[in-house]
């Protein structure tokens, strides 16, 4: 067994037996692996806490077949101002979900690792303001893993002209005359989408969505992402 050094997010945790845990990190430049915490669940370990989600770790452990062997683990960062606000805890773990249904599993994506520790720091220091960025997150994590949502054009026939629906099947936005699912997205949001994909994560702030808006774009996330889970 390789012993191996590395720092990471932890995307979720469930338990595995009365006293140990499983926990999938996502490492900064080891991808996302699932490892195993012997006795991290009971009262007297040293790990009580280090693995609660979304928290930065650093982690030592041996690369095993299946689950690799948590050695030992320290807290880095646990974003208290972030999981002080139920918003933006609740936005920032459908992130951490989308990530740990999506990325492959020991595959390095340095690049998607970057974009979710920036975004964890930008909502620890403003928690208040949560929804734009966490869906500009979304946006670039889809296209930097390869899935990049259609959004300008219709997914089918190429229409630059709205209204849409959102698509999972196509990867992105269709027209009218081409039919598509429940769900019309006016041109005005898909493009404010495609804009939050592209600008800064720290400038994500400036594009200003309603709740409406807001809740259709995640609705059309979950789907996509749910049907891209599935192998779709």
Request: charged share 25%; aromatic share 4%; hydrophobic share 45%.
């Given at each position: 067994m390789?012993?191996?050094?590395?720092?990471?997010?932890?995307?979720?945790?469930?338990?595995?037996?009365?006293?140990?845990?499983i926990?999938?990190?996502?490492?900064d430049?080891?991808?996302?692996r699932?490892?195993?915490?012997?006795?991290?669940?009971?009262?007297r370990s040293?790990?009580?806490?280090?693995?609660?989600?979304?928290?930065?770790?650093?982690v030592v452990?041996?690369?095993?077949?299946g689950?690799d062997?948590v050695?030992?683990?320290?807290?880095?960062?646990?974003?208290?101002a972030?999981k002080?606000?139920?918003n933006?805890?609740?936005?920032?773990?459908?992130?951490?979900r989308?990530?740990d249904?999506?990325?492959?599993?020991?595959?390095?994506?340095?690049?998607?690792?970057?974009v979710?520790?920036?975004?964890?720091?930008?909502?620890?220091e403003?928690?208040?303001?949560a929804?734009?960025?966490?869906?500009a997150?979304?946006?670039?994590?889809?296209?930097?893993l390869?899935?990049?949502?259609q959004?300008?054009a219709?997914?089918?026939?190429?229409?630059?002209?709205g209204?849409?629906?959102?698509?999972?099947?196509?990867?992105g936005?269709?027209?009218?005359?081409?039919?598509?699912?429940?769900?019309?997205?006016?041109?005005g949001?898909?493009?404010?989408?495609?804009?939050?994909?592209?600008?800064?994560?720290?400038?994500?702030?400036?594009?200003?969505?309603?709740?409406e808006?807001?809740?259709?774009?995640?609705?059309?996330?979950?789907?996509y992402?749910?049907?891209?889970?599935?192998?779709g």
């Amino acid at each position: 067994m390789a012993l191996q050094r590395g720092v990471g997010i932890v995307l979720r945790t469930r338990p595995f037996s009365e006293s140990d845990l499983i926990v999938d990190l996502f490492l900064d430049t080891r991808g996302r692996r699932s490892l195993i915490a012997k006795g991290a669940r009971g009262r007297r370990s040293t790990l009580g806490g280090v693995f609660d989600g979304l928290n930065r770790v650093e982690v030592v452990y041996y690369e095993k077949p299946g689950l690799d062997l948590v050695s030992q683990a320290s807290l880095l960062h646990s974003y208290a101002a972030l999981k002080g606000d139920l918003n933006a805890v609740t936005e920032a773990l459908r992130v951490a979900r989308m990530l740990d249904r999506l990325l492959p599993p020991h595959h390095p994506e340095e690049s998607a690792y970057v974009v979710f520790e920036a975004l964890l720091r930008a909502l620890d220091e403003r928690p208040d303001v949560a929804d734009g960025p966490c869906l500009a997150a979304q946006l670039k994590l889809l296209a930097l893993l390869g899935h990049r949502p259609q959004l300008l054009a219709c997914a089918r026939c190429g229409r630059e002209e709205g209204p849409y629906s959102f698509s999972p099947p196509e990867g992105g936005v269709v027209c009218g005359h081409c039919g598509g699912e429940a769900g019309a997205i006016t041109s005005g949001l898909a493009r404010a989408l495609h804009r939050l994909m592209r600008l800064p994560l720290d400038r994500a702030r400036v594009v200003r969505l309603r709740a409406e808006e807001l809740a259709l774009a995640r609705s059309a996330l979950d789907a996509y992402v749910d049907r891209l889970a599935a192998g779709g």
